[in-house]
C-alpha cells in the first residue's frame, strides 16, 4: 500500500519561505514521477511543480516560477518544495502526488498525500 505524508507546512508572512517535505512508502520511490500540487476552497486543484523520477528534469507553474524549486532525494524516499517569497496569494493547501507519466494534470497521479496547510499573511 502507498501512502504519502507531507509535513512543514505553516504560517508565514509575506516574503518568507517554507520547505515542504513528502515521504513515500512506496518500494521504488525512485521509479515514480513526483509532483506537488495546491488546493483552494472553491478552486479547482492546481499543479505547482513535478520532478522526474531520477530528478533530472523539473517543470513549474507560472505562478511559482523562479520561487519555488523541487528536489528529491530517492535513498530517503523523499520529494521537497522550498518555497521562497511567499505571497498571499500561495496560501492553499499543498498536496504530493505520485504517479507513472510526466503530467500536470492531476487526475493522471493515482497516489496522493493528505496535503500541509499553507498560509501566507500579508
Known amino acids: 500500500q502507498v501512502q504519502l505524508v507531507e509535513s512543514g507546512g505553516g504560517s508565514v508572512q509575506a516574503g518568507g519561505s517554507l520547505r515542504l517535505s513528502c515521504v513515500a512508502s512506496?518500494?521504488?520511490?525512485?521509479?515514480?514521477?513526483m509532483g506537488w500540487f495546491r488546493h483552494t476552497p472553491g478552486k479547482e486543484r492546481e499543479f505547482v511543480a513535478v520532478?522526474?523520477?531520477?530528478?533530472?528534469?523539473?517543470y513549474y507553474a507560472d505562478s511559482v516560477k523562479g520561487r519555488y524549486t523541487i528536489s528529491r532525494d530517492n535513498a530517503k524516499n523523499t520529494v521537497y518544495l522550498q518555497m521562497n517569497s511567499l505571497k498571499p496569494e500561495d496560501t492553499a493547501d499543498y498536496s504530493c502526488?505520485?504517479?507513472?507519466?510526466?503530467?500536470?494534470?492531476?487526475?493522471?497521479?493515482?497516489?496522493w498525500g493528505r496535503g500541509t496547510q499553507v498560509t501566507v499573511s500579508s
Open positions: 502526488a505520485a504517479g507513472t507519466l510526466l503530467q500536470w494534470d492531476p487526475t493522471e497521479y493515482p497516489y
Open positions: 512506496i518500494r521504488t520511490f525512485s521509479a515514480y514521477v
Open positions: 520532478i522526474t523520477s531520477s530528478g533530472g528534469r523539473t
